[in-house]
């Protein structure tokens, strides 16, 4: 292990806890986002939030955006962003937001969370819409299923840019441009793919993307946001709103809704929440994110050799085309659910989990070669016992 991966250990106190291998779970929050959290309370505590202008706390709302719009190479973070608690908000407001017009098609896929695939089977019954889902092979969604099933009534094809059971990845760019020339929008979520691996919604061209921050952005519990291109906002009328959507929020003494300019009628109040995960962000930005890929991609490429030598494991996860591959590897073994509980009660504990009949790993920036093995090799161990 080099001195900089060393270095990076030391802001992560689950180190010396545990062998942390499970980010598509929750990811442990590094120092400096748990110091800025409780400086956050400390203010509370204080009343220090009172004297703080209004008009300076908008202001660090924008700051926060412009670290964001750098994470996903927004064109106008300050248009382009709101905040929000996790990543199913951001897919709802988009979901109440859209001027849905009876017959419109939703595209989902049978490897979604569930977060991804119940808001539009929620809005179809509620607006008389149509749900096509399209199937996967062998935990791959070829291109040419999506192709075949748009036509002149999709509205909204929804995916997740990395599955959370197998680790799949989508090519955004080439499905938004299959869905753009059909003429409907695709919106994206985000959550086991931001923090991890390179995503630009320019290159990508995609319409809508949400996110929460406790995953791979090792942001606290509670954060989140959504990204809407600016040239498709102002044609949303979002539901889910409060003070902070008005064109003029620092106004408090009118009573008449106007929807603020593009993605800001989405923002629903202030909080830590925007703070606290334009931080972790901005640590992680610091690292670079291409950095991390490259990593991640090191630390599982020995996770996949180790299965392939093994005869007791299988493959859940597509691995032969790189574009496909994420910082999630699923594997079958014998009594994988019962080894996953069993690692968790080690005296230093491995945590992973157990998605579809298989165990799940998923490791990140400071995360070691050794601890990869070591957690491969307490597998093989308990699963021939």
């Known amino acids: 292990m080099n001195s900089m991966r060393a270095e990076l250990r030391n802001f992560f106190p689950v180190v010396n806890k545990a062998i942390y291998l499970n ?101 179809a019954r509620k607006f008389d819409l149509k749900v096509k889902t399209i199937p996967h092979i062998n935990g791959v969604l070829p291109l040419d299923k999506f192709e075949a099933a748009l036509d002149q009534t999709t509205r909204l094809v929804a995916i997740s840019h990395v599955q959370f059971s197998n680790g799949f990845r989508t090519d955004l760019e080439a499905l938004a441009s299959l869905v753009h020339e059909g003429g409907g929008e695709i919106i994206v979520d985000g959550i086991q793919s931001l923090g991890a691996i390179p995503l630009d919604v320019q290159k990508s061209n995609i319409d809508y993307l949400a996110a929460g921050g406790y995953k791979w952005l090792l942001a606290p519990l509670g954060t989140g946001f959504l990204y809407v291109r600016k040239d498709l906002a102002e044609s949303l009328q979002p539901s889910l709103i409060g003070s902070m959507s008005d064109a003029t929020p620092m106004n408090l003494s009118h009573h008449h809704y106007v929807p603020g300019p593009a993605a800001k009628r989405f923002q629903a109040s202030l909080g830590p929440n925007a703070y606290l995960l334009a931080v972790a962000v901005k640590f992680l930005l610091d690292i670079g994110i291409n950095n991390i890929f490259n990593h991640i991609l090191s630390l599982t ?39 996953v509980v069993r690692l968790r009660k080690l005296e230093k504990p491995i945590a992973v989990s157990y998605r579809e009949k298989g165990i799940r790993i998923s490791p990140h920036c400071y995360n070691t070669e050794e601890e990869v093995r070591t957690c491969l090799e307490t597998i093989a161990q308990l699963s021939s016992q």
Not at 36 to 51: L, N
Not at 100 to 110: A, M, P, R, S, V
Not at 310 to 337: H, M, Q, T, Y
Request: hydrophobic letters at 35%; one cysteine or more; aromatic letters at 12%.
């Open 301 to 339: 490429d020995i996770i996949i050799e180790f299965i392939r030598d093994n005869s007791n494991f299988e493959l859940n996860s597509p691995v032969e085309d790189i574009k496909n591959r994420s910082g999630i590897i699923n594997f079958k073994c014998p009594n994988a659910e019962e080894i």
């Open 23 to 123: 980010h598509a779970a929750i990811g442990p929050s590094p120092k400096p986002v748990t110091d800025e959290s409780q400086k956050w309370v400390h203010h509370k505590s204080y009343g220090d939030m009172y004297f703080s202008p209004l008009s300076q706390m908008y202001e660090d709302l924008n700051l926060d955006r412009d670290i964001l719009g750098k994470l996903i190479n927004a064109r106008s973070p300050r248009d382009e962003i709101s905040f929000k608690y996790n990543t199913s908000y951001g897919l709802a407001a988009i979901a109440e937001a859209i001027p849905w017009e009876k017959g419109d098609t939703i595209i989902l896929n049978y490897l979604e969370y569930t977060s991804n695939s119940y808001t539009y089977q929620a809005l």
